[in-house]
């Protein structure tokens, strides 16, 4: 298994500013303590978090993927789209063999949202990398296996 730190993408919807920003700030604290190299780009909503991991994925340049959004429930029913296509479209990622990480927090309302982000709360964000680095190393595992 191969010991070279991973280099992840973070995607991130800042469309909930200070949440996300509290969740990018523990997924950051956890990817230097993991030792891992990171880039982020700011898409304008979770929805688009997919197809800006799906694009990067083209230059082959990052060992996986931090995406990181937050929907809250709404009046219309536009929540339950945005969150479903958005973990769909991450999964079908994944099932690619892709290391993701996913971080859209799909929550009824913002209270919910920050005792989630917050780093000395649930800290996600530590969670998200736990995740994503997990599935870098089982990723580069099968990678050296003699076949």
Known sequence: M??????????TSRYYEKIVLEL????????????????????????EIP??????MEA???????GLG???????SHYDYVCGESARAM?????????IGFGILTVENQDQAWVRADRKQKNKGQEIVDAVTAMVNLSRHFSDVDV
């Open 51 to 56: 197809a800006a991991i799906r694009m990067a």
């Open 24 to 47: 990018e700030a523990g997924v950051e604290e956890a990817l230097d303590r993991a030792g891992a190299t990171y880039e982020t780009i700011e898409v304008p909503g979770a929805f």
């Open 91 to 99: 999964m079908d990622i994944s099932l690619q063999g892709t290391p």
């Open 70 to 76: 937050c929907v809250v429930r709404g009046e219309t």
């Open 2 to 11: 191969s010991d070279i730190s991973p280099h992840i993408l973070i995607v």
């Open 60 to 66: 082959a340049e990052f060992d996986g993927y931090v």
